[in-house]
């Protein structure tokens, strides 16, 4: 079974930044893409960016030119850096992953990271 973990959410200032981080874990796994999500109250999760083993990367609209979506394939870790945020990208973040265990394919998330952006 593979777990992810992700850290670095926190309260922060309009215009400020974060650097969420997420730890994939578990026992004889390989991971094809990573990628963030968020959900803000009251709103379905909505993808936030992406990035393949290869290290393509696809963003959200709203989150171009802002994040970005990184990867440290050989620590089994992905991260998104978020620049000049907005009130609107406050939402729990969700790190999400999927590939390949002896058992079968998988996909999991994490259990959220809030971000909370005051203006």
């Known amino acids: 079974q593979v777990q992810l973990v992700e850290s670095g959410g926190g309260l922060v200032q309009a215009g400020g930044s974060l650097r969420l981080s997420c730890a994939a874990s578990g026992r004889t796994f390989t991971i094809g893409a990573m990628g963030w999500y968020r959900q803000a109250p009251e709103k379905q999760r909505e993808l936030v960016a992406t990035?393949?083993?290869?290290?393509?990367?696809n963003y959200s609209d709203s989150v171009k030119g802002r994040f970005t979506i990184s990867r440290d394939v050989a620590k089994n870790m992905v991260y998104l850096q978020m620049n000049s945020l907005k009130r609107e990208d406050t939402a729990v973040y969700y790190c999400?992953?999927?590939?390949?265990?002896?058992?079968?394919?998988?996909?999991?998330w994490g259990q959220g990271t809030q971000v909370t952006v005051s203006s």
């Open positions: 990035i393949t083993s290869g290290g393509s990367t």
């Open positions: 999400n992953a999927d590939g390949w265990t002896r058992a079968g394919r998988y996909a999991t």
